[in-house]
């Protein structure tokens, strides 16, 4: 299992490029993996193994879900980025796919702190069901 601060370093390193930035994403969900005792997968899915990561990941923990769209937008600015050309807006793509794959370093890092974080993502079952949204807006006064 790879170290949390080093990770977060290395997402936050002003040197990183697209392909650094996927490859701590992956290591992120390497982690989650590890800690549920799995093997990380080295498959593809969708043509990325981070894709498979989380696929892996999400098996028997559906409030894992709730980043699973977080990992597709780290692979949508990887795809914007990866020809690398000097094209108007590379920084500012850059800078989106740091910004989402710290995202998801905190949402896992996170998750294995406090079990049930995602269960109330917006496409929750238990968020849209009345019960819920009574519940959150009596706690929220």
């Known amino acids: ?37 799995l093997v990380p997968t080295a498959k593809k899915q969708e043509g990325f193994r981070l894709i498979a990561l989380h696929s892996q990941g999400s098996r028997g923990e559906p409030s ?13 600015h990887y795809n914007l980025l990866k ?5 108007a807006g590379s920084a500012s793509k850059l800078a989106m796919m740091g910004f989402v794959a710290h995202h998801l370093l905190l949402f896992v890092r996170g998750k294995m702190e406090v079990a049930g974080l995602g269960e109330f993502c917006c496409s929750s079952k238990a968020v849209r069901s009345n019960d819920a949204l009574i519940e959150l807006a009596q706690s929220r006064g």
């Open 1 to 37: 299992m790879k170290n949390w601060d080093e990770l977060e370093e290395q997402v936050l390193s002003p040197s990183a490029d697209a392909a650094s930035l996927l490859a701590v994403s992956e290591s992120v969900l390497e982690n989650w993996a590890e800690a549920r005792g």
């Open 83 to 87: 020809d690398g050309g000097p094209e």
């Open 64 to 76: 894992f879900n709730a980043c699973r769209e977080t990992c597709r937008e780290v692979v949508y």
